[in-house]
């Protein structure tokens, strides 16, 4: 099952990192970009270095290729064996991933970060990329760079045509950006449920305090489970011949949806 939470701990926090990787989070993210400042990023990157552990691999967010600290970062980083991979914030182009790789260890995969027009204008060629294994929606900045008000319907058009390039190139369904809601889990959930329904995989998260929303909103509910059980129960019964569920026909694509659920659960 590919990962549904993806949680970011400051990379100048060591105090943190345990709390993190113990959150029940299906990743951990060391952040050595958003979350340290430009004067402490050297020592966050060598405080990061000092606490990979090849034995739980966990992903390290560099900073993005347009700064001073980028090659240094993919150099310290890249090829270090408690890396899973890097996610790369602000991804715009081939090159972008291509200069990770040529520092990076045979296992190593990269999440790019899609939170800008350009990056956004180059999916395709972001998600056909080596080793990508799914794309990241950093819905913040790119509301910033594009000038949006809103992550709800104002995003759709894009959040869809992540989700199509994703499918198009056989990678791993993407991953939503951050709720910045911290203490209502109905708002996290509903949040993580809309990305859900657009196609989405997993979100990010900022805080402990969200993963379990998550984890929920990509659940299926009981009432879910029980309608794809009947679903496949009534098929099982009607030696194939046509049947309804809860007043709905069931045709192939239903059937198919209802066997992927059962399977999941």
């Known amino acids: 099952m590919s990962e549904r939470s993806y949680l970011f701990?400051?990379?100048?926090?060591?105090?943190?990192?345990?709390?993190?990787?113990?959150?029940g989070a299906d990743a951990v993210i060391f952040d050595l970009e958003d979350a340290v400042q430009p004067q402490e990023k050297p020592s966050a990157r060598d405080v990061v270095l000092e606490h990979m552990d090849a034995a739980r691999p966990a992903f390290v967010r560099i900073n993005a290729a347009d700064?001073?600290?980028f090659n240094n970062d993919i150099a310290a980083i890249a090829n270090h064996p408690g890396v899973a991979g890097i996610v790369l914030p602000k991804a715009e182009t081939r090159e972008h991933i291509e200069a990770v790789l040529a520092h990076a260890h045979p296992s190593?995969?990269?999440?790019?970060?899609?939170?800008?027009?350009r990056g956004f204008a180059n999916l395709t060629l972001l998600c056909g990329a080596p080793r990508v294994h799914r794309i990241v929606f950093g819905t913040l900045d790119?509301?910033?760079?594009?000038?949006?008000?809103?992550?709800?319907?104002e995003l759709d058009m894009f959040r869809?045509?992540?989700?199509?390039?994703?499918r198009l190139a056989g990678l791993a369904t993407p991953v939503d950006g951050v709720s910045t809601v911290l203490d209502d889990p109905v708002a996290i959930e509903s949040a993580a449920r809309r990305g859900r329904r657009f196609g989405f995989g997993a979100k990010l998260c900022i805080h402990p305090k969200q993963i379990d929303a998550v984890h929920r909103a990509y659940a299926w509910t009981a009432a879910e489970l029980a309608w794809a059980e009947r679903v496949l129960q009534a098929v099982e019964t009607s030696a194939g011949a046509a049947v309804a569920v809860d007043g709905k026909m069931v045709d192939l694509p239903v059937i198919l949806k209802a066997r992927r659920m059962a399977?999941?659960?």
Do not use: C, H, M, Y
């Open 9 to 23: 701990v400051p990379g100048n926090r060591p105090e943190r990192f345990e709390k993190a990787r113990a959150s």
């Open 67 to 69: 700064t001073e600290w």
């Open 108 to 117: 190593l995969t990269i999440l790019p970060i899609v939170e800008t027009a």
């Open 142 to 153: 790119f509301q910033i760079d594009l000038n949006v008000e809103g992550d709800g319907e």
């Open 160 to 166: 869809s045509q992540i989700v199509l390039a994703s």
């Open 263 to 265: 399977g999941a659960s």
